[in-house]
């Protein structure tokens, strides 16, 4: 149980492109999500936190016009990063915390998604 | 914010040593997780642990909350152990990430 999925796994694209990551809960509910991204050899840095139904909080330092974050439901959260260019070229990995049953507040992480701007 | 670091942050083992791994933190918690991510960058819930001790195999985490630190054990390591171990901590809801031991495990 909680399995958390992300596509795409990995993606290349022109630069001022848009490109869409979705992450989505399995076989749980998840009222908050949340996105980091990561660099080579890097901890994790927390870009956003999205609650299902409002708008998503974003750290310091993050453009939230180039990273739009939607969460729509229980169980989907998805990044759009516009516009892309090569500087947001990273690894962007999704995370959903369970708001109830036995691992209630515990967060699960998706595979990750590798994104390349050419 | 809170700060979260670990030690050491590189490691090599032997195949079937012990180690233990640190993570030390500024703040209160309610809640502290330790991860695995394997060489494909995915992250693995190994336990969520705010307090107390717990064993999951050849693996074992103690958090000791009041002196803000939390330490993994791992015995007779295996290949397959090698990655990134990280602790991360909630402090206002948000989970904030340690720096990391880097662990390669030889055979």
Redesign the interface.
Known sequence: GAVVSQHPSWVICKSGTSVKIECRSLDFQATTMFWYRQFPKQSLMLMATSNEGSKATYEQGVEKDKFLINHASLTLSTLTVTSAHPEDSSFYICSARASGGARYNEQFFGPGTRLTVL | GIQVEQSPPDLILQEGANSTLRCNFSDSVN?L?W?HQNP????I?LF?IPSGTKQNGRLSATTVATERYSLLYISSSQTTDSGVY?C?VTGF????????TRLLVSP
């Open positions: 809640n997780q991860f494909w960058g995915q992250l819930n969520y990280f991360a809801q948000k989970l904030v990430f340690g720096t990391g």
